[in-house]
């Protein structure tokens, strides 16, 4: 499976990458993928900035400073800002109805109710180390949003340590099977009437099911209900899930803050703190029975069970041992291409179902890096070579199958040429 990045000619591919982020820029900000995702989304804007600053590193910094432009009071970041109405995605502004949460405060920029893994501070942190003279006084500007965005989400989402998601959504792992216990906890009696967007767009078995998207819904609608009100819906919600996406993404970005604390001479001892929190919390994560780090529902205390590109994620936050290695070895040895999103030898494995079997080149970015940090060479040379090789083969697709390649999702899409751009070729 091993593949030579010198059998790949990668001029044409830059060029193509570049192409694509210029093509999804809308000023200040990046789409995803034209039409698909119309707006601004959380971590594909992180993942923009980063594959910028291969680019031109003032647009980088535009990137994150426009996803900043959206942070509410309480010091959440959605993970949809709607900048233009787009009648071709749903759910909009109107669904979502986050004009009166609690917390929004003054932001006059339309958005979500929820958040998204906290790549943000990672790869800002990135961006500045590729131009440490342009980004000094970026960072510094950035710096005390970035804390309040952590401050939230250690107050609002870290009861266990590990970090909860309040929507399938959130995780950015949409239809994980992950969620699939809490989910199915998810009674979706009351969902209006609505019509979908996404599968008139891309193949519908590329996508999650009429029964996801019920629950999606339902959970939008009760969020709403209770003016997004932190408190309210944690004590009420039937879905609240710890997710190792979040928890690692937020345990790394919280060290980079310590990083970046340090280098601007600020206190780093509250953002320590949060370190070692986090670190607990992400034991809780841990699954003797899978070998490897695992989504936990808070509502009955059960195991996922399920061995996915998260799991692998516990090295970019940081953590160094090497319990999770056999489980990574076995997942390497039976996917054709790293990393698939669940294990292809899984009872729920779907070759292109979305987050239920694909591999992502985002998920591959954060688990390589941080293999290729804890001295997995060749495990992280697998990952970084099979994103190449997907690419080269396939174009720069939102995702791909592990077992043939296809590629799946929608085309041209951001994040897979920031990849590309910043790590991949
Ligand atoms: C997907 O999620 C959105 C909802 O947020 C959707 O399907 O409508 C996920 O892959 C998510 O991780 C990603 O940020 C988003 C935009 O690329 O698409």
């Not at 031109?56 to 959440?76: C, H, K, P, V």
């Amino acid at each position: 499976m091993m593949h030579e990045l010198t059998e790949i000619d990668v001029a044409p591919l830059d060029a193509e990458a570049r192409r694509i982020l210029e093509l999804n820029d809308r000023g200040g900000y990046t789409v995803p993928t034209d039409g698909l995702y119309p707006y601004q989304w959380n971590w594909d804007s992180a993942f923009a900035g980063l594959g910028f600053a291969a680019v031109n590193i003032d647009r980088a910094w535009a990137e994150i400073e426009t996803l900043f432009s959206g942070q509410w009071d309480n010091g959440m970041v959605p993970h949809i800002l709607f900048h233009r109405p787009d009648p071709g995605y749903f759910p909009g502004p109107d669904v979502w109805g986050t004009e009166d949460a609690v917390g929004r405060g003054a932001c006059a920029v339309a958005s979500s109710g929820i958040s998204q893994p906290p790549v943000a501070a990672s790869l800002a942190w990135r961006i500045h180390q590729a131009n440490t003279a342009a980004g000094a006084d970026r960072l510094r500007a950035l710096f005390p949003k970035l804390l309040a965005y952590h401050r939230w989400i250690m107050a609002a989402r870290a009861e266990t340590g590990a970090v909860v998601i309040t929507h399938p959504w959130e995780a950015g792992r949409d239809n994980a099977p992950d969620w699939d216990e809490a989910m199915a906890g998810v009674d979706p009696v009351g969902v209006q009437p609505y019509t979908r967007r996404d599968t008139g767009h891309v193949d519908p078995r590329m996508r999650p099911t009429k029964e996801d998207y019920d629950r999606y819904i339902w959970l939008v609608q009760f969020g709403r209900d209770r003016k997004w009100d932190e408190a309210a819906i944690a004590t009420e919600s039937p879905f609240r899930v710890a997710d190792p996406t979040m928890t690692f993404t937020t345990l790394r970005s919280t060290r980079d803050l310590a990083a970046m604390a340090d280098l601007l001479g600020e206190d780093a001892g509250e953002i320590r703190d949060w370190v070692a929190t986090l670190e607990e919390g992400a034991e809780t994560l841990w699954n003797p029975a899978l070998g490897a780090y695992d989504a936990k529902n808070l509502r009955t205390g059960n195991f996922a069970g399920s061995l996915s590109n998260a799991s692998f994620l516990c090295w970019w936050g940081g953590l160094r041992g090497d319990r999770a290695v056999p489980a990574l070895d076995a997942l390497l040895a039976r996917s054709p291409y790293a990393l698939p999103s669940y294990d292809p030898e899984g009872p729920k494995f779907d070759h292109l179902r979305y987050w239920r079997g694909p591999v992502w080149g985002v998920m591959n970015y954060l688990a390589g890096n941080g293999m290729a940090e804890a001295g997995l060479t060749a495990q992280a040379d697998r990952v970084r070579r099979d994103t190449a090789r997907l690419i080269a083969e396939n174009g720069f697709a939102e995702y791909f199958s592990p077992i043939d390649g296809t590629p799946a999702g929608g085309a041209t899409f951001t994040w897979t040429a920031a990849v590309w751009l910043a790590w991949a070729s």
